[in-house]
């Protein structure tokens, strides 16, 4: 039963979660072909080059066809949190005035999530913003939104940890989804007047009865786990554990490393937009 709490709570905290950015229509724009494509990002820090990963199609033709049309020229990194990642991708940001806040635009579409348990939140690795909680519960990327991990080293243990607290979140999301069927929308309430009541007597009555009727789904959904040289990698390069699985990842820096620290060493606002402007002067794309 206490566990069948815990993935209960995991449920109602996940309908709170901030978004990064937000979505609209979908994509159509057709594919590209490319083979192993290399993004020059030339800044007012320096030059970061970064290769995006052909196992995710969707988000590297994406990201090659709005560079091929300057579409990220002049805007800023306008989040950064040092010892996490920097961001940018934002249209808004380009030329905006000092204190404006930034983070919603895109351009008017999303793209459908390519995650792959090979492709991890290292440090240097470049992934998509997206929007979230229930609002995006198939956890679709921004069309332009993006950061790159700085993170920090993590210890064996807190990624073991980690693995076991993202098998019971897949459980959870599984949970949600079913929760936001038209068919149990009165459930859904209940348990959130309960929750909010503190009533976990009749909360956790309810909750067992509606786990119960899933329970043969929920055996089925698989536990994740961290490689050996995943959990090396982590904890000699560093990085952000936490959000593997849950942000599609499509591409790592290969050169620009110390360009990336100095960017997230900025001093920045309360909104984490630096104080000072970081500029993306161009991104090119080698064929």
């Known amino acids: 039963m206490r566990r069948s709490y815990k993935l209960g709570l995991i449920v109602l905290a996940l309908l709170g979660i901030i978004a990064f950015t937000v979505p609209s229509k979908k994509n159509?724009?057709?594919?590209?072909?490319?083979?192993?494509?290399?993004?020059?990002?030339?800044?007012?820090?320096?030059?970061?080059?970064?290769?995006?990963?052909?196992?995710?199609?969707?988000?590297?033709?994406n990201f090659i066809k709005l560079a091929e049309e300057h579409y990220f020229d002049s805007l800023l990194f306008h989040r950064v949190i040092e010892n996490f990642m920097i961001q940018?991708?934002?249209?808004?940001?380009?030329?905006?005035?000092?204190?404006?806040?930034?983070?919603?635009?895109?351009?008017?579409?999303?793209?459908?999530?390519?995650?792959?348990?090979?492709l991890i939140h290292k440090k240097g690795a470049l992934a998509a913003a997206r929007l979230g909680g229930p609002q995006n519960p198939k956890k679709e990327s921004s069309g332009s939104q993006f950061y790159i991990v700085v993170g920090q080293k993590v210890p064996?243990?807190?990624?073991?940890?980690?693995?076991?607290?993202?098998?019971?979140?897949?459980?959870?999301?599984?949970?949600?989804?079913?929760?936001?069927?038209?068919?149990?929308?009165?459930?859904?309430?209940?348990?959130?007047?309960?929750q909010k009541a503190g009533d976990r007597e009749n909360f956790m009555i309810k909750w067992n009865a509606f786990e119960e009727k899933y329970a043969d789904s929920l055996k089925t959904i698989p536990t994740y786990n961290y490689t050996e040289n995943q959990k090396n990698i982590y904890q000699t390069?560093?990085?952000?554990?936490?959000?593997?699985?849950?942000?599609?990842?499509?591409?790592?820096?290969?050169?620009?490393?110390?360009?990336?620290?100095?960017?997230a060493a900025v001093k920045t606002d309360r909104a984490n937009r630096p104080l000072e402007d970081v500029i993306i002067i161009k991104v090119s794309v080698e064929k």
Do not use: C, W
């Open 28 to 61: 159509p724009d057709k594919k590209q072909k490319m083979e192993n494509p290399i993004v020059t990002f030339e800044t007012n820090y320096g030059v970061i080059k970064v290769k995006l990963y052909n196992e995710t199609p969707l988000h590297r033709d």
């Open 237 to 263: 390069l560093g990085g952000t554990p936490h959000l593997d699985m849950d942000y599609t990842v499509f591409g790592e820096v290969i050169d620009g490393l110390s360009v990336v620290d100095s960017i």
């Open 88 to 118: 940018a991708g934002d249209p808004n940001s380009k030329g905006a005035a000092p204190g404006v806040m930034l983070g919603t635009g895109g351009p008017g579409y999303t793209i459908p999530a390519e995650f792959n348990p090979n």
């Open 156 to 194: 064996m243990e807190q990624l073991d940890a980690m693995a076991a607290q993202k098998s019971e979140q897949a459980k959870g999301e599984y949970i949600q989804t079913q929760l936001y069927n038209p068919e149990n929308k009165d459930v859904l309430n209940e348990l959130i007047t309960l």
